[in-house]
């Protein structure tokens, strides 16, 4: 079975950083790629980051141009966990924040995550971001 759980949302004030983790089970890096999400209240689900890998060892990421810069998504094979490093965090950055994993998906630029359905999804974790 597959199963993404989130794990590292809270409160944090502006300016502050937050790691989140995706623990991955029942899936593979080298198949799937992992993108995180975020919806914030009232709004429709945003693409953030994803990653994936042609190879199993290099790593392509992609990232939405409002966290370009302030945030980093990468990858630990061993321990099968996907992280989203998230640093000098707005006010507009607070949302649930999921983690989704879709079969032979390639990530690679800036911008809107175009085609990336999931396959998988984590059950979320909160981010909120305020002073």
């Known amino acids: 079975d597959v199963q993404l759980v989130e794990s590292g949302g809270g409160l944090v004030q502006p300016g502050g950083s937050l790691r989140l983790s995706c623990a991955a089970s029942?899936?593979?890096?080298?198949?799937?790629?992992i993108a995180w999400f975020r919806q914030a209240p009232g709004k429709e689900r945003e693409g953030v980051s994803c990653?994936?890998?042609?190879?199993?060892?290099?790593?392509?990421?992609h990232y939405v141009d409002s966290v370009l810069g302030r945030f980093r998504i990468s990858n630990d094979k061993a321990n099968a966990i996907t992280y989203l490093q998230m640093d000098n965090l707005k006010p507009e950055d607070t949302a649930v924040y999921y983690c989704?994993?879709?079969?032979?998906?390639?990530?690679?630029?800036?911008?809107?995550?175009?085609?990336?359905?999931?396959?998988?999804w984590g059950q979320g974790t909160r981010v909120t971001v305020s002073s």
């Open positions: 989704a994993a879709q079969k032979y998906f390639f990530c690679a630029g800036v911008g809107p995550i175009d085609g990336f359905t999931g396959h998988y």
């Open positions: 990653i994936s890998t042609n190879d199993g060892r290099l790593f392509n990421t």
């Open positions: 029942g899936v593979s890096f080298d198949e799937y790629a």
